[in-house]
């Protein structure tokens, strides 16, 4: 079984940006497609970010932030990243990064019920 570890949160003015990562222990990466949802206090279900396939070779992004966010990974340092720039102030939550095992080295998945594992989470604060 894998565990996830979330860290970069912080607060930043608008426009400023983060890079958040989801560092895996336990196991190796390899295998896992992941994805970072971010959920704000009394709102359900989390909401879709990014995610992306174990390969790398495939990433999606919630309209929200396409354009401004970057995920990536590095399977060899079991880490996957987000990269946000221009953030604003609603992009203001606790953002999580989930992992689930498949097959297929190009899978990606963009609900958070597909997703086996998930981290702590980490805060990001955009102030206006």
């Known amino acids: 079984q894998v565990q996830l570890v979330e860290s970069g949160g912080g607060l930043v003015q608008a426009g400023g940006s983060l890079r958040l990562s989801c560092a895996a222990s336990g196991r190796t990466f390899r295998g896992y497609v992941v994805g970072w949802f971010r959920q704000t206090p009394g709102k359900r279900p989390r909401e879709f970010v990014a995610?992306?396939?174990?390969?790398?070779?495939?990433?999606y992004y919630g309209d929200s932030v396409k354009g401004r966010f970057t995920i990536s990974r590095d399977n060899a340092d079991n880490t996957v990243y987000l990269q946000m720039y221009g953030l604003k102030p609603e992009d203001t939550a606790v953002y999580y990064c989930g992992a689930k095992i498949h097959p297929d080295s190009d899978y990606v998945a963009w609900g958070s019920s597909e997703y086996n594992y998930w981290g702590q989470g980490t805060q990001v604060t955009v102030s206006s």
């Open positions: 995610t992306i396939s174990w390969s790398g070779g495939r990433r």
